[in-house]
């Protein structure tokens, strides 16, 4: 069983002992998935697990090798499986994109921004799982409503996998750790890359609609840790959602456990609301373009609000 690690924001959703095993669950449910036709899926879903299997168990400390080994497996899935995204509705990109190696290179950064930004959000019990579980749910509803077509990849075994962790992830039976959150966020990131590819009359901005907000979460950090002098690799417990816990603790006077779970949910029902919103207009990219700066604007100016509240305020 592995222990926790103690790094910092785990400290937001506990004070006890809890294993990281989530990535286990995750990928041992996956191999009901394996056939001919996706054993390429399956061989990176594994090594993408051992990756952050390694980092849970501390066997790679270094967040620069990290990342040059996801860039090295990322990269190496795209080539193989010639994983490209050729339609983004903006010419220009997609003239640029009309080169192999460069849409390999392109697809390699936008996965590696989800893993990333997928593994930011595992601070808060149930926020990463969670999110993960709406976007299969949506995802499910849409091939249900025969509104998608999804090749190779039965949703609704995905839906009721990410539902039990979920309830274990709830429970504090479990925690996903760096396996967990880096093999959601590849695996979607080719769920979703794959259903696009099939199902090219909704708009590819639905698809960023659903992945906002780990990339954005990714991005704003990278931003903020800049501005400070300090690099994007090193941990710090000031992403939104330990802002968030902060604020609803001190407001409310919960426990951590109630403040923990009050904020994941809150997080992920602002999310309902609005993949339910961009459901509506799955081919409507100007609708989605404003549903993605919308989230954008309320993410930035509740950060800088609530920044304010915990660093202000004790000052």
Not at 42 to 56: A, H, M, R, T, V
Not at 175 to 203: A, K, P, Q, R, T
Not at 264 to 273: G, K
Request: with cysteine.
């Amino acid at each position: 069983m592995i222990s926790e690690t103690g790094d910092i924001h785990q400290k937001f959703a506990s004070k006890t002992m809890v294993p990281l095993t989530g990535g286990m669950f995750i990928f041992f449910g996956y191999l009901y998935f394996f056939n001919d036709k996706i054993f390429s899926f399956i061989l990176f879903s594994f090594l993408i697990f051992i990756l952050g299997f390694f980092s849970d168990l501390k066997l790679i400390k270094s967040a620069n090798k990290r990342f040059l080994l996801q860039i090295f497996l990322i990269l190496s899935y795209s080539i193989f499986n010639d994983v490209q995204i050729n339609d983004t509705r903006i010419i220009f990109l997609d003239n640029i994109l009309q080169n192999n190696y460069i849409n390999y290179l392109f697809v390699t950064f936008c996965v590696l921004i989800i893993i990333n930004g997928s593994n930011f959000i595992d601070g808060m019990n149930t926020l990463c799982i969670g999110y993960y579980l709406l976007i299969s749910g949506i995802v499910f509803y849409l091939q249900l409503n025969e509104a998608l077509f999804i090749k190779d990849i039965s949703m609704i075994y995905v839906f009721i996998l990410l539902l039990f962790i979920f309830l274990l992830n709830l429970t504090n039976q479990l925690y996903l750790g760096d396996s967990g959150s880096y093999l959601l966020g590849f695996s979607f990131s080719v769920f979703l890359i794959n259903i696009y590819e099939f199902n090219e009359y909704i708009s590819p901005f639905f698809i960023v609609l659903l992945l906002w907000y780990p990339s954005y979460e990714n991005l704003f950090s990278i931003i903020r840790k800049n501005i400070i002098k300090r690099s994007p690799m090193y941990p710090d417990a000031k992403h939104i959602h330990q802002l968030i816990f902060f604020y609803i603790n001190k407001k409310n006077n919960l426990s951590i456990f109630s403040s923990n779970t009050l904020t994941a949910q809150m997080i992920n029902f602002y999310h309902l609301i609005i993949f339910f919103i961009g459901l509506n207009f799955i081919n409507n990219s100007k609708i989605q373009i404003f549903l993605i700066l919308f989230n954008i604007a309320i993410y930035t100016l509740a950060y800088i609000k609530l920044f304010k509240f915990k660093y202000q305020k004790s000052v």
